[in-house]
């Protein structure tokens, strides 16, 4: 038996350039910085490669690293810093010290020569004695006892972050000169029962708010806002490649988010992430379109082998049942590529959280049979529903990645997803309409309760090559595609217009249309290392998106259309396009081993607008080990969406401050109708980022960041109310215009360390604090007229919460055993309805101050598979209720006791018992 096998496949590899740089080794001291220029590559490759730049001696599994990816290293570092980073994500722990590696007696033969090439065979089967800084790199799931006696990576080094920076330098999250929150896989998963990701980022990070799905689209695509800003003022990408829109341009969103046409992050399952990087500023300068509050990088995974299977049940207080099941493989493609795939399928049944409408009390008082029994929900006598809706799907997403012969690689990855939704609509009673008109009072002495089918379907497909040039350019050439399908279906509704059938029934059913989003984006980007100090990147980016309304059946576009919810027009109907191409550059330049300053300079030009030229400047400054200062100003913009400016849709809605149920119909932006009303052409939003903070070391274990910042933004589209048109009885008339000027203030601190118990317990705490407020600064008329009304102004300055935090503590018990409890605070913010200082029945209500406890528990039965014991809002906490006193404006009449829109929302407590096997 060789000396390979009896070491189950370890290979020492020895790299050194000649005896004399060996001999110099020896001498070297810890601090000091070589020059390194690697690709993202295998982690065998690119130990290789760090051993040439450095001329050092590497020792490591060859076998057992080659399956990890490293992350990309360029500029000057010290050895051990240049490892930690460049093995930052993978399970490779390092140890590193001065000293004699001794005597290597190298393994020889067969078996060695299967693994490195020629010249290092001859190099290794010479035994020799030298001295120079020795690195044991192991993999973190190997048994040799000389991992066991190697603290683990994670614990000695920072995430690398690469959102901020197109540079292919590494920066650590302090050396980012903006504020990045990086969120593990561990972390994202914990705690259950949440309908999507949406849940976690919302409980994760304070300054991120979703509100509860309720209303037409709005049921299928959550509303969701960073720092209080709109769902389309946030950067989503994936794998750093921006993230296609969904089909929904909200109509029920959040008053702050209302009109946006953003992503629907829910179509990612959270099994595939291997992190989540939010990085939290302005940085419309360096990535384009949209990323006004912020950007979301959600990195997935890319191990080569293994996987992991997840299985979860819940169930709420009160009674309503949750499932996941999940899994995520890893698989080889020959010896130089991955193919990493991750399935999620989800089952949530609806929640039902209201209170009998009084008219449907007086039915069930007057002995009127069948009450609330066309519920699809099973919850009659309730002829109306208020909570989450029901929610199913599967949702899939690869990654995929192959490294060629010159250190370039080949990269792919994409998505496919199916979902469902179901959420109920207003309850009509017998004196509606649609009942008297169609003389069907016998049929329905009950009313009815429409409810409506969202199904989407979403899809993307991103590929490019990567790699680095001769001259030690960096060069990055992407193509994507996404796509998003919204299709509508409404049941247990009444077309007024339509003839009853002739057996005396009427239609119930239609399909009423759908919306469609389709995106295609080209990326030329490049990054050079000018000299070690300074580092340009610079690109070209053209991308075209594609609005499609698509009509319904042919029973949903006579006359009216159903009652609840209409069809697009066959006139309206159809694809609306726009293409844009872009140009950048970045310049990093370290100043000094303290002083790092950042320039970007971008500029777009939109085949429906014009042009945009926006620019930031960004700097970070080390005062000392323990304190770095960090600011940025930049220019920023989101472009109107082709589905802003030709949706079109009439809606059931409800004045915001009389509560009266009106029909309120939508015209495209550009329409006849809209400019005889005063409308004009959508242009882009254009906003103004100031920031400014500080990072600071408190001891060794804990870690403190705040920054303070003010976003200006000027010209918000937002779709306007309120404007009747002549002669229609009572109808109104809605486009999307250039409406508002808002201000957006606040600041974000988060800390973070830890402590000791004893030997075996240690407790990591996480407080993360957001502070924001929302001023509307002005308002532009449309034909004399402001757009927005007073109440809708003041319930985008108070429906979010002006203060969030979230409280951490994560326990490890003993070996196997680990305790996650989680404290969630939602502040004090007014309910949209009325207003603030309304007369008596007309006033807002304000919402208190809630927090919300989370509990999980953690038992670690093998190496293999642990079993999690958990509940989220442990004391079933509910937001205020407003109750019909005659001073605040309320819902009790349509069964709602909650404020409808709240960020905090009023889902009750749940718990749930979820399996990990990991192979």
Avoid: C
């Amino acid at each position: 038996m060789t000396r390979f096998s009896k070491l189950s496949g370890w290979v020492f590899l020895v790299l050194f350039l000649s005896a004399s740089t060996a001999s110099m080794a020896a001498e070297r001291d810890g601090d000091e910085e070589f020059y390194f220029s690697i690709p993202r590559l295998s982690a065998d490759k690119a130990l290789t490669r760090f051993a040439r730049q450095a001329d050092l001696t590497l020792l490591f599994p060859y076998q057992e690293v080659k399956k990890f990816k490293t992350r990309p290293l360029h500029g000057r570092f010290t050895i051990h810093n240049g490892l930690r980073l460049m093995l930052s994500g993978t399970n490779i722990v390092l140890s590193t010290g001065l000293g004699d590696v001794g005597d290597l007696a190298e393994p020889t033969g067969d078996d060695l020569s299967q693994e490195i090439d020629e010249s290092t065979i001859t190099a290794a089967n010479e035994p020799r004695r030298f001295s120079t800084i020795k690195l044991a790199v192991v993999t973190a799931d190997s048994n040799s006892a000389t991992q066991s006696d190697e603290p683990e990576l994670s614990d000695s080094v920072e995430e690398i972050v690469i959102l901020g920076s197109r540079s292919a330098k590494a920066r650590s999250i302090t050396g980012s000169p903006v504020p990045v929150d990086v969120i593990s896989a561990e972390q994202f998963s914990a705690l259950g029962n949440g309908a999507d990701i949406t849940d976690s980022l919302k409980n994760l990070v304070p300054s991120y708010n979703a509100t509860p799905a309720t209303g037409d689209g709005s049921a299928f695509v959550r509303p969701t806002s960073l720092r209080g800003m709109s769902p389309d003022q946030t950067l989503v990408l994936v794998n750093g490649k921006r993230r296609h829109r969904s089909a929904l341009v909200h109509f029920f969103a959040p008053a702050a988010g209302n009109g946006s046409h953003g992503v629907d992050v829910a179509m990612i399952p959270s099994i595939a992430l291997k992190n989540v990087q939010i990085m939290r500023d302005g940085a419309a300068a360096q990535y384009g379109s949209d990323a006004i509050a912020g950007v979301i990088n959600f990195d997935l995974r890319d191990a080569r082998e293994g996987g992991q299977i997840r299985a979860a049940y819940g169930q709420f207080y009160d009674g309503e049942m949750s499932t996941k099941v999940a899994a995520n493989l890893g698989f080889g493609v020959g010896d130089y590529g991955f193919l990493n795939a991750s399935l999620e399928v989800v089952d949530n049944e609806a929640l039902s959280r209201g209170v009998i409408r009084p008219d449907t009390q007086a039915l069930i008082d007057a002995g009127v049979s069948g009450v609330g029994a066309d519920s699809p929900f099973g919850d009659a006598p309730f002829t109306q529903t208020w909570g989450r809706p029901e929610s199913s799907g599967s949702r899939l997403f690869v990654n995929s990645g192959y490294d060629l012969a010159n250190g370039a690689e080949l990269y792919a990855f994409g998505n496919y997803a199916d979902t469902h939704g179901r959420y109920r609509f207003f309850y009509r009673d017998v004196s509606h309409p649609s009942i008297s008109d169609l003389g069907l009072l016998d049929a329905l002495p009950a009313g009815y309760t429409p409810y409506l089918d969202g199904e989407q379907t979403d899809m993307s497909l991103v590929s490019g090559l990567r790699g680095e040039f001769t001259g030690g350019s960096i060069f990055d050439f992407s193509w994507g595609y996404g796509k998003n399908k919204l299709d509508y279906f409404l049941f247990n509704t009444l077309n007024p217009s339509l003839p009853l059938l002739a057996d005396g029934s009427a239609v119930r059913d239609f399909d009423v249309g759908a919306y469609q989003q389709e995106e295609i984006n080209i990326g030329v980007d490049f990054s050079t290392q000018i000299t070690d100090l300074v580092s340009l990147s610079y690109g070209v980016e053209y991308r075209e998106e594609t609005f499609t309304l698509v009509p319904g059946d042919a029973n949903s576009l006579v006359g009216e259309g159903p009652s609840g919810f209409s069809s697009p027009s066959l006139e309206s109907a159809g694809s609306f396009d726009r293409d844009n191409v872009a140009v950048y550059a970045d310049l990093e330049h370290d100043i000094s081993d303290r002083w790092l300053m950042q320039y970007a300079l971008r500029y777009e030009n939109f085949s429906d607008f014009g042009g945009t030229a926006n620019g930031k400047i960004a700097t970070r400054y080390n005062l000392n080990q323990a304190m770095t200062l960090r600011g940025a100003i930049s220019t920023g913009f989101h472009a109107p969406t082709p589905g802003q400016a030709n949706i079109s849709s009439v809606i059931t809605t409800f004045d915001g401050r009389t509560g009266s149920q009106i029909e309120e119909g939508l015209v495209p932006a550009n329409s006849a109708a809209a400019r005889d009303a005063g409308g004009t052409e959508l242009k882009e939003e254009v906003s103004t980022n100031l920031s400014f903070g500080f990072t600071t070391s408190l001891g060794s274990a804990w870690d403190l960041t705040v920054d303070f910042y003010r976003v200006d933004v000027e010209d918000r589209i937002y779709r306007t109310g309120d404007i009747p048109i002549l002669g229609a009885n009572g109808r109104t008339l809605s486009f999307y215009t250039n409406a508002l000027d808002i201000e957006h203030q606040g600041a974000d601190v988060v800390l973070n360390g830890s402590f000791d118990w004893g030997d075996t317990t240690n407790t990591t705490l996480t407080f993360a604090y957001a502070h924001n407020e929302i001023k509307v600064s002005g308002q532009t008329p449309v034909a004399g007229i402001n757009p927005v009304s007073a109440s809708t102004i003041e319930d985008i300055e108070n429906n979010y919460p002006d203060d969030r935090f979230t409280l951490s503590a994560n326990t490890s018990l003993r070996e196997n055993l680990n305790l996650l409890l989680r404290a969630a605070y939602y502040g004090s913010h007014f309910d949209e309805r009325g207003m603030i200082n309304g007369l008596p029945g007309d006033r807002s209500a304000k919402i208190e101050p809630i927090v919300f406890v989370d509990a999980e528990l953690g038992w670690q039965y093998s190496d293999e598979f642990e079993l999690v014991l958990g509940v989220s809002n442990l004391f079933d906490s509910y937001v205020d209720e407003i109750a019909d006193d005659g001073v605040f404006a309320n819902r009790q009449e349509v069964g709602l006791q909650y404020p409808r829109r709240t960020a905090a929302n009023y889902e009750g407590g749940s718990w749930y018992l979820k399996g990990i096997l990991n192979f």
